[in-house]
T-cell receptor
Framework: QKEVEQNSGPLSVPEGAIASLNCTYSDRGSQSFFWYRQYSGKSPELIMF????GDKEDGRFTAQLNKASQYVSLLIRDSQPSDSATYLC???????????FGQGTRLTINP | GAVVSQHPSRVICKSGTSVKIECRSL??????MFWYRQFPKQSLMLMAT?????????EQGVEKDKFLINHASLTLSTLTVASAHPEDSSFYICSAHDDGAGRSGANVLTFGAGSRLTVL
């Protein structure tokens, strides 16, 4: 079992709708989770991080963490074509201070 | 904000050549840097953790004699792909943790722009 798992997609969402990206993790000791966006041929860029149960909002983005279910999600409201990218979920491995990435979900926002 | 510079951004070489990639933290000190590799349409795979002043820690399956890491200062780590072969062609990305940011839950890494290696 991979430490961090995502549905690879592709996920297609109409412009203006809510895009929902999901991630599960296997290490119950993982404390912090990160969502990165990666455009084709580019390096990942951080969108949000979360380490407390519940929701964390930043503009059009909301990260959700449920430690009991070992589940992390990212919601993108009012989706824009520029949001089309691969979204990577990453978990911080406790003690090792290193990030482990999921395989990424490719998101396409259709105008 | 924290900036990580990676050089070169793109390199094409012949099989058997050794290639060096540099990763520099421009405005912060980084005791620890990480090297990732990403094949097309795949996720980032951690190759090794680079530690200033000590040996790198390699992930399982990564050949330390092939991927040589040197972290000689608090702002520079280098990855040398020794005797590169076509199967080493990939996107190599470094990241660094700001020593001044502390070890809170927000252990945010700053990524370099990546180096695309093509071995002919």
């Amino acid at each position: 079992q991979k430490e961090v798992e995502q549905n690879s997609g592709p996920l297609s969402v109409p412009e203006g709708a809510i895009a929902s990206l999901n991630c599960t993790y296997s290490d119950r000791g993982s404390q912090s989770f990160f969502w990165y966006r990666q455009y084709s041929g580019k390096s990942p860029e951080l969108i949000m991080f979360i380490y407390s149960n519940g929701d964390k909002e930043d503009g059009r983005f909301t990260a959700q963490l449920n430690k009991a279910s070992q589940y992390v999600s990212l919601l993108i409201r009012d989706s824009q074509p520029s949001d089309s990218a691969t979204y990577l979920c990453a978990g911080l491995i406790q003690g090792a201070q290193k990030l482990v990435f999921g395989q990424g979900t490719r998101l396409t926002i259709n105008p | 904000g924290a900036v990580v510079s990676q050089h070169p951004s793109r390199v094409i070489c012949k099989s058997g050549t050794s290639v060096k990639i540099e990763c520099r933290s421009l405005d912060f000190q980084a005791t620890t840097m990480f090297w990732y590799r990403q094949f097309p349409k795949q996720s980032l795979m951690l190759m090794a953790t680079s530690n200033e002043g000590s040996k790198a820690t390699y992930e399982q399956g990564v050949e330390k004699d092939k991927f040589l890491i040197n972290h000689a200062s608090l702002t520079l780590s280098t990855l040398t792909v020794a005797s590169a072969h076509p199967e080493d062609s990939s996107f190599y990305i470094c990241s660094a943790h700001d020593d001044g940011a502390g070890r809170s839950g927000a252990n945010v890494l700053t990524f370099g722009a990546g180096s695309r290696l093509t071995v002919l």
